[in-house]
């Protein structure tokens, strides 16, 4: 496991790809990873320097212990108080600092909270309140007042994602000191956003806003009901486009801003999606500073999600930046079929959805077969033809053969305006056929699936189901 305080032992980890009998569901629990930019962890964290419970606090942090580590030389502690919230963190619909193309902050805008204020802001982390859990712990929903960021009566004021380590996760306390790191000081439209933190003796918590139509995942291989309402429906051609430009364009400033964010973790379920299906990047933990000094790559143990990883990262641990465009190509593949990534449910031949599906879509004759019947029909040929071969590019062997993320951003803007000619031309998409003449397909769905009103950041685990895993 990588030193939280520099950069990640230059080691191979192993590589477990664990079968299971009911929907193989990859999710990473292992982090290992810190950010080498510039750490903004505040030793405000601390318990003894906090101010009062009653005022709005935020935090203009600087490098700071973790538990269990030794303060490196440097290490100093600085807080400020919010006055009343005078520096409250926008609204969730939002981000006043960003501007569209997002940036860097020069200091994070972070609300350091106590451990009581959670606590009452979540009903004393209440079961009905649990939004989704995994390795780091459980992610429950509490509510906030909008402008001092305390805590406020259950559905009155702000909604947010609260999640809570598990005192027992030493992973989760690396991955917790990433996502400070990381969404602290990184701003844009299309990257979930860190409201505060708290770190009280052994409690540590993230506070996140909250995402209320859930993740990608749950909406392209749920189908269980709601409670108290229907199944999920099929998400449209033009719903599909509209998340994966979204989610392109957060990959795409994390590849170009000063540090050359590596996100290491690019999958369905760190897709989050807010009221309007704006979709947002959430779970930092695995996420690393890309190569300086003229490198091409950084070398560091292998971590992430079996099926997404790249494979020259699997092979040799050497992480490039285009190691993401890789597990955004999977990503593509699975919102043109509706299809996970693994899946030992379907026949042996198409457990791995990307080696069984990439002559479907080198041919166009046959990529009818391979998009998914939900749509029935109801999408751009031609836009379809050339996701397609973008999704194949992404998905090359060799990472200078895949595109850059902002190439990738500005082919699918064309798709999404092909789509739109094409249905004004006609009224709706153009239809291809919906059935897949002689092949087996096992449907998603699994009725041990957790409840769907997950809609948080649950450190890239979400829900509880079978995982493959990179350790």
């Known amino acids: 496991m990588g030193n939280c305080f520099g950069s990640d032992v230059p080691e191979v980890g192993a590589v477990k790809a664990m079968a299971h009998a009911h929907h193989a569901h990859p999710q990473a629990t292992a982090t290992g990873s810190c950010s080498i930019m510039p750490s903004i962890l505040a030793v405000a964290m601390a318990k003894r320097v906090m101010a009062p419970p009653s005022a709005a606090r935020h935090a203009a942090v600087s490098p700071a212990t973790m538990p269990g580590k030794s303060p490196p030389p440097s290490a100093t502690a600085t807080t400020t108080g919010g006055g009343g919230g005078s520096r409250r963190p926008a609204a969730t619909g939002g981000r006043s600092e960003a501007s569209p193309d997002g940036r860097i902050l020069e200091a994070p805008n972070l609300r350091?909270?106590?451990?009581?204020?959670?606590?009452?802001?979540?009903?004393?982390?209440?079961?009905?309140?649990?939004?989704?859990?995994?390795?780091?712990?459980?992610?429950?929903?509490?509510?906030?007042?909008?402008?001092?960021?305390s805590p406020a009566r259950n559905g009155a004021g702000l909604p947010v994602a609260v999640k809570k380590l598990n005192p027992e996760s030493l992973q989760g306390v690396q991955e917790w000191q990433s996502e400070v790191n990381f969404l602290g000081r990184l701003s844009h439209p299309n990257l979930v956003r860190l409201l505060g933190y708290c770190w009280e003796d052994k409690?540590?918590?993230?506070?996140?806003?909250?995402?209320?139509k859930g993740s990608l995942e749950n909406h392209l291989f749920r189908s269980e009901p709601r409670k108290g309402g229907g199944g999920v429906q099929p998400l449209p051609w033009s719903l599909r486009l509209r998340i994966a430009i979204g989610a392109a364009r957060g990959l795409a400033f994390l590849h170009s801003s000063e540090k050359h964010v590596i996100y290491r973790d690019f999958k369905a379920s760190n897709i989050l999606l807010d009221t309007h299906f704006n979709a947002k990047l959430s779970d930092f933990g695995l996420a690393k500073d890309g190569p300086a000094g003229g490198s091409s790559h950084v070398t560091t143990r292998v971590m992430g999600t079996y099926g997404y990883a790249a494979p020259e990262y699997v092979a040799t641990g050497h992480l490039y930046?285009?190691?993401?465009?890789?597990?955004?190509?999977?990503?593509?593949?699975?919102?043109?079929?509706?299809?996970?990534?693994?899946?030992?449910?379907?026949?042996?031949?198409?457990?791995?959805?990307v080696d069984w599906a990439k002559p479907y879509l080198a041919d166009r004759k046959k990529l009818a077969r391979l998009m998914d019947p939900r749509l029935e029909g109801q999408y751009s040929s031609r836009g379809a033809q050339r996701a397609a071969q973008l999704t194949l590019r992404c998905l090359a062997g060799d990472h200078k053969n895949r595109p850059s993320m902002r190439e990738v951003v500005a082919v699918l803007e064309e798709v999404e305006s092909m789509s739109r000619a094409a249905a004004r031309m006609d009224g709706s998409a153009s239809p291809r056929p919906a059935a897949r003449s002689g092949q087996s397909r096992q449907r998603p769905g699994s009725s041990s699936a957790a409840s769907l009103d997950w809609a948080g950041p649950a450190g890239g685990h979400g829900t509880a189901l079978p995982s493959a895993r990179i350790r």
């Open 203 to 212: 409690e540590l918590l993230l506070v996140y806003e909250y995402m209320a």
């Open 321 to 353: 930046v285009k190691s993401d465009v890789y597990g955004f190509g999977v990503v593509l593949l699975e919102i043109l079929t509706g299809l996970r990534a693994l899946d030992t449910d379907r026949p042996a031949a198409q457990h791995n959805l």
């Open 112 to 149: 350091v909270f106590t451990f009581a204020e959670l606590r009452a802001a979540t009903r004393n982390f209440k079961a009905d309140t649990v939004l989704g859990e995994g390795g780091f712990g459980r992610v429950y929903k509490g509510w906030v007042d909008e402008r001092t960021m």
